[in-house]
């Protein structure tokens, strides 16, 4: 199977600018202090766990009845970097909703996180950052600025944000460049204009291959359960391989994992036992429920795989998204807390929040086999081998070093 996934982020921060709005005084009263944490470091497998049950809490919120896909990572890099530009209450809510102790604990795990995804084997992940201002004096705050190039690897570029089209433009083109023109016309001409005051993008590209292909021979149009009463044909491949697998009773779900070439990427398959169990299992996830640890508790075993072949293509308002996931304060027109981002006193807030996200999933795979060969033996009675059907809605998750996962999806039949 090769698998294609582009995914981006991007906040627009813009100049409060006077109007009837300015009357929101009950926000000047969420005043909160410092997160209290003598944690300046969180390991691999604490940064892992922080991205799943963000990437839970934000899959739960997606919208329901269709196949998506998102990436909670690629929103994580761009609020991560805000959070650092914060103060007050939108800080509280960025860390606590990211599931960071402290702003110590960003710049650290960012730091090493980028060093690992960008060196992840056998694949293509190419994550980029960028942060767009307007042409003048305007600049960031020296800190901020640094955060931005050494933490976060981000470029910055001027633009004539009074030509919003022209300015639109360019920040498409450099959004197609990084996703293998994927992602495009992620803004419209009229997103920019002289108001406009930063524009923070995260792009991130994937490309890997099975390490064990499917043989496109045995992919037939087979009945999906799009629910109990109501099924489609769809293209499903078919193998059986080696791989990890487990049953989690608490889940109430199969579990899948398939690797990628290079054995340091793969993707988990979480299935429930009922064909309306998806949103239970989504549910269970986003309120805690520790995905690593099924992680931890799957086995090898050879594994009957029944799979759709499938394609989605996402578009997602993240000003209506991320409120509900208790990120709210960085989109009030006043006092949204953005205080350390700009060297100016301007009043900034987040007008425009959106990810564009795209994965392709089919049989090819990048490893052939040079030789055939057949060997006949006798052998002890072994276990049948468990069948993984997935046949009625499921959550996929891909994972690269240490399962930071990078993109996570449900796939229910429809696009």
């Known amino acids: 199977m090769k698998c294609k996934i582009e995914a981006q982020h991007i906040l627009v921060i813009v100049r409060f600018m006077p109007s009837m709005w300015i009357l929101c005084a009950i926000l000047l009263l969420f005043t909160t202090s410092e997160t209290n944490s003598n944690i300046a470091n969180m390991d691999s497998k604490a940064f892992s766990s922080a991205i799943a049950h963000f990437s839970s809490k934000f899959c739960v919120e997606l919208e329901k009845g269709k196949s998506v896909v998102s990436s909670p990572l690629s929103a994580e890099y761009l609020l991560a970097l805000l959070a650092l530009g914060t103060t007050d209450r939108a800080h509280e809510e960025l860390l606590s909703s990211l599931g960071f102790p402290d702003d110590a604990a960003i710049r650290s795990t960012f730091l090493e996180a980028s060093t690992k995804l960008k060196s992840i084997s056998g694949v293509t992940f190419n994550v980029a950052n960028k942060v767009y201002l307007p042409e003048g004096a305007y600049d960031?705050?020296?800190?901020?600025?640094?955060?931005?190039?050494?933490?976060?690897?981000?470029?910055?570029?001027?633009?004539?944000?009074?030509?919003?089209?022209?300015?639109?433009?360019?920040?498409?083109?450099?959004?197609?460049?990084?996703?293998?023109?994927?992602?495009?016309?992620?803004l419209t001409p009229d997103s920019i204009d002289n108001s406009t005051r930063i524009v923070l993008v995260n792009a991130l590209y994937f490309k890997g291959t099975w390490k064990k292909q499917f043989d496109p021979m045995h992919t037939t149009n087979l009945p999906f359960h799009i629910t109990a009463t109501s099924t489609v044909?769809?293209?499903?491949?078919?193998?059986e391989e080696d791989?990890?697998?487990?049953?989690?009773?608490?889940?109430?779900?199969?579990?899948?994992?398939?690797?990628?070439?290079?054995?340091?990427?793969?993707?988990?398959?979480?299935?429930?036992?009922?064909?309306?169990?998806?949103?239970?299992?989504?549910?269970?996830?986003?309120?805690?429920?520790?995905?690593?640890?099924?992680?931890?508790?799957?086995?090898?075993?050879?594994?009957?795989?029944?799979?759709p072949k499938f394609k989605i293509e996402t578009e997602i308002d993240l000003g209506e998204l991320l409120p509900k996931l208790g990120i709210k304060t960085i989109f009030n027109r006043g006092g949204s807390g953005i205080t350390k981002m700009l060297n100016t006193n301007e009043d900034l807030f987040v007008s425009k929040a959106v990810?564009?996200?795209?994965?392709?999933?089919?049989?090819?795979?990048?490893?052939?086999?040079?030789?055939?060969?057949?060997?006949?033996?006798?052998?002890?009675?072994?276990?049948?081998?468990?069948?993984?059907?997935a046949d009625h809605p499921f959550l996929f998750a891909l994972a690269g070093r240490d399962r930071a996962q990078l993109f996570v999806g449900v796939y229910r039949g429809a696009n």
């Open 140 to 186: 960031l705050q020296e800190e901020i600025k640094n955060d931005a190039i050494k933490i976060f690897d981000a470029a910055i570029e001027k633009l004539d944000f009074a030509k919003g089209a022209e300015a639109a433009q360019a920040i498409n083109a450099w959004v197609e460049g990084k996703t293998n023109n994927r992602i495009k016309d992620l």
């Open 355 to 389: 990810q564009k996200a795209f994965i392709e999933v089919n049989e090819e795979g990048a490893e052939a086999a040079a030789a055939t060969g057949m060997v006949i033996m006798m052998r002890c009675a072994r276990p049948p081998a468990p069948r993984f059907r």
């Open 233 to 239: 044909d769809v293209p499903m491949m078919f193998k």
């Open 243 to 307: 791989y990890r697998y487990g049953d989690s009773a608490e889940l109430k779900a199969q579990l899948l994992e398939i690797p990628y070439v290079g054995d340091e990427a793969s993707m988990l398959i979480v299935l429930p036992h009922d064909i309306e169990g998806l949103e239970a299992v989504l549910a269970k996830l986003a309120a805690g429920h520790n995905l690593m640890a099924e992680y931890d508790n799957m086995y090898h075993t050879k594994v009957q795989v029944t799979l």
